[in-house]
């Protein structure tokens, strides 16, 4: 029976086992998207939000014991260096492409000096010295935090549903596919909660739907080209930390700048295309397993 379960591991993923993964991302999920805020204003609704980070991973462990896999068969391996520090450091590549030519032209106004004098009211520090020990916390505590919650997702989107997809289709359907269900998830938190920056809805749902797409396809990337989750995580973790600890504490966010910063305006996500662009380009793209079989 052992070495039975262990040859249906390698098996490809049917479509039903998709749809199932889907649903019960769905069923776990909603009450957390419809009710968490998307600030979380004490430790409960900090919480919550974990909770929700961590429902698309639920789905996925209860998938595999619905369709008899092994979670041992989820892509956990450690990656090669150079597919880790590629998760860490392509966020940090697109955010630095968008935040200083947003500051320079004016469309979303630096505050580097609100940023510094929060540092050194925090940290008790000289000015100057506060905001880069801050920024040395935000590269290392910040990413590691993020990581514990861009875990839960992972597992779900790149562990399971990545390679889901790669059973049936090419790397680019693949990308589209996970990236497209990747901003459905979260348009009720857009749409129902605080999860925005106060451009118009239209606007904020077009420049985050943009960019999670691609973030989503860069995602693919990394997980396929490693065959590992963790290249994903650190994605999302850098991600997270950087743009919210970080550049958008240093960006003055008001209704017109809205438009222009943060994960839901038109520079972070341009870029974020560009880096998925260059990524495809200069590293090829990936086969994916239905790839594979369609050459023999």
């Given at each position: ?254 209704p017109r700048s809205a438009w222009w910063a943060t994960e839901f305006g038109i520079g972070l996500n341009a870029t974020t295309v560009?880096?998925?662009?260059l990524l495809c380009w200069l590293g090829g793209v990936p086969r994916t397993a239905a790839d594979r079989r369609r050459a023999g």
């Amino acid at each position: 029976m052992q070495h039975s379960a262990r040859r249906d591991d390698h098996r490809p993923w049917p479509a039903s086992a998709i749809a199932c993964f889907l649903v019960l991302t769905v069923l776990f999920g909603a009450p957390f998207a419809l009710f968490a805020p998307a600030a979380p204003q004490d430790p409960l609704t900090a919480l919550i939000g974990a909770a929700f980070m961590w429902t698309p991973g639920l789905a996925a462990l209860a998938t595999c014991r619905i369709f008899g896999r092994r979670i041992a068969t989820l892509p956990w391996r450690w990656p090669k260096a150079r597919h880790a520090w590629l998760g860490y450091a392509i966020p940090v590549a697109y955010l630095l492409a968008a935040y200083p030519l947003l500051w320079a032209t004016g469309l979303a106004p630096a505050n580097v000096a609100g940023f510094d004098a929060a540092a050194r009211a925090a940290l008790g520090m000289g000015e100057g010295t506060a905001t880069l020990v801050a920024i040395g916390l935000v590269a290392t505590v910040g990413v590691v935090r993020a990581a514990a919650n861009a875990l839960g997702e992972e597992i779900g989107w790149r562990g399971l549903l990545v390679p889901a997809l790669g059973d049936h289709l090419s790397f680019r359907g693949v990308a589209f596919v996970n990236g497209v269900i990747w901003f459905a998830w979260h348009i009720p938190s857009i749409l129902l909660t605080d999860y925005n920056a106060g451009a118009p809805v239209v606007v904020t749902l077009a420049c985050f739907g943009v960019g999670t797409i691609a973030m989503g396809g860069i995602a693919a990337w990394l997980s396929l080209r490693a065959r590992s989750l963790w290249p994903a995580v650190l994605l999302h973790a850098s991600h997270n930390a950087w743009t919210e600890l970080l550049f958008d504490r240093m960006t003055v966010v008001n209704p017109r700048s809205a438009w222009w910063a943060t994960e839901f305006g038109i520079g972070l996500n341009a870029t974020t295309v560009v880096a998925l662009l260059l990524l495809c380009w200069l590293g090829g793209v990936p086969r994916t397993a239905a790839d594979r079989r369609r050459a023999g």
